[in-house]
C-alpha cells in the first residue's frame, strides 16, 4: 500500500488495512508530499477514516470480483470475534437482505443501496496521570486530577466511578480537574486516551480511601475490615446486616479530619483495539445526483461502558462526523496561489438537521476494561456509505467529498 499526504497526521490512513485484517506480508510506504498549502493538523482519528474509506471500497471490489456478499467476504477475513457479533447484530438492524444484490439493479429516479464498513482504534490510555480522592467528616468527596474536559465527558465518568465505589450518587462527588496547582499531573485529552489513563488511577485513589474509612469504622460495627460493604448510601456487615451505619455517620467518625488518597496505575483495568463496525442505507437521485443518507448503524465495541449515555453520544457525534467528511466538507485550493478558497468557516458545509440520518448507535459493551471512545466512531462512516452509493447506482466514486456533480459525472460515464 503506497500513501501520499502531508507529513505526520496523514500517516495514520495506513494503518486500518493491518489493524482490522490480519495480512501476513504487508508492505506499506507513506509519501509526504509538501503541498504548501498549511500546515496540518490532528482532527478525529487523524487519517483512519480516510484510510478505511479506501479499505472498505477496496473490500467490496475484492467482493465483487469472486460474486461474493461484501458481509460474507469479511467475515471470511476478518478474524476479530468481536467485528464477527457486529456484523450479525448490524446486518440485522439494517436489514441487509433488502440490498440489491447487482449494484444499481434497483428501478426509478431515485435509487436505494447499503454498504457497510469497518474499523479499528488504540485508544488505551498509558502511564502519567496521578489523582486523588478526599472523603471529608460531613460526607462530602472530592475526587482531584490534572486532565482536562475538552466536551469528552470526563468529569461524568469520573463521579460514576468514585460514586460507585462508595456507594453514592454521581452528584454527591466534586470533580475537579484542569488545574495543575494540587501537583496532580495528567497527559492530555486526546488520541482517546482520557479515560482509559484517567480512569485506572481515580479507582484505585478511591477505593484506597475507602479502605481507609473502613478501618476507622470497624471498631465501630464490631467488625473486621474485611467484612464490611458499601450499600446504598450505606456502610455494613455482610455477615450481619444489622450492624449498618450511614454513609453521614461513617464519615461523622472522622472528626476534623478527613481521608485523602491517591491512586496508582493498573494496567489490568484498561485496555486498547477496540473494533467497530457501520451499515449505511442512502438513497441517490440520478436526476440530480444528490445523495440523502436514511439510516446508519453503528455496532461500537466500547470496552467496559462507564456511563452508557456520553457513550451513545460519543457514537452519534462520530458518525455524524463521518457523515460530513463523506458528503459535504471540502477546502478549495487556488491552484495557482495556494490560497484557500472558502469564504469562511461560517458557510464550510457540516451536516445539519436535514441532513442527519436515523442513527441507531449500539453500545456492543464487552465489560472488559476501560478504553477510549471518542475517535473510533467515525472511521468506519465513510466506506458504509461510499458502498452504498456504489450499491444504489452501480458505479464508484473514488474521490470524497461524494457530491452531485461527481455523481452525476461517474452515471454520465456509465452510459457512455
Known sequence: ?????????????????????????????????????????????????????????????????????????????????????????????????????????????????????????????????????????????????????????????????????????????????????????????????????????????????????????????EAPVEELRVGTGTIYVVSDRTKTLSWAQATGQLGMESISEGGQWDEELRQGGVAGTQFAEVEVDTETGVIKVLKIVAVQDCGLAINRLTTESQINGGVIMGLGQTLLEERFMDAQTGRMMNANLEDYKVPGTFEIPEIKSIVFDTHRKVTGIGEPPCIPTLGAIANAVYNAIGVRIRSLPLTPDKVLAALAEKKA
Not at 209 to 221: S, W
Open 1 to 221: 500500500m503506497r500513501g501520499y499526504g502531508t507529513g505526520g497526521i496523514s500517516s495514520g490512513a495506513g494503518f486500518q488495512a493491518p489493524y482490522v485484517y490480519h495480512v501476513p506480508n504487508f508492505r506499506t510506504e507513506k509519501v509526504n508530499v509538501a503541498v504548501n498549502a498549511g500546515n496540518q493538523r490532528a482532527m478525529r482519528a487523524p487519517g483512519h477514516p480516510q484510510g478505511a474509506f479506501a479499505m472498505d471500497c477496496l473490500m467490496d471490489e475484492l467482493a465483487e470480483k469472486l460474486a461474493m456478499n461484501p458481509l460474507e467476504f469479511r467475515r471470511i477475513n476478518d478474524t476479530s470475534e468481536i467485528r464477527q457479533a457486529q456484523y450479525t447484530l448490524g446486518a440485522q438492524e439494517i436489514g441487509w437482505h433488502r440490498r440489491n444484490s447487482v449494484p444499481g439493479s434497483g428501478t426509478g429516479i431515485k435509487k436505494r443501496g447499503m454498504g457497510l464498513g469497518s474499523g479499528r482504534w488504540g485508544g488505551g490510555g498509558g502511564r502519567g496521570t496521578e489523582a486523588r480522592v478526599t472523603i471529608n467528616a460531613d460526607g462530602t468527596v472530592e475526587a482531584v486530577t490534572g486532565t482536562q474536559d475538552i466536551g469528552t465527558g470526563i468529569r461524568t465518568a469520573i463521579a460514576i466511578i468514585v460514586a460507585e465505589e462508595f456507594g453514592l450518587a454521581p452528584t454527591d462527588i466534586t470533580v475537579k480537574v484542569g488545574d495543575s496547582e494540587p501537583g496532580l499531573p495528567s497527559g492530555g485529552s486526546g488520541g482517546s486516551q482520557t479515560t482509559a489513563s484517567v480512569a485506572p488511577v481515580i479507582k484505585t485513589a478511591a477505593a484506597a480511601a475507602k479502605q481507609k474509612l473502613f478501618e476507622r469504622i470497624a471498631p465501630l460495627l
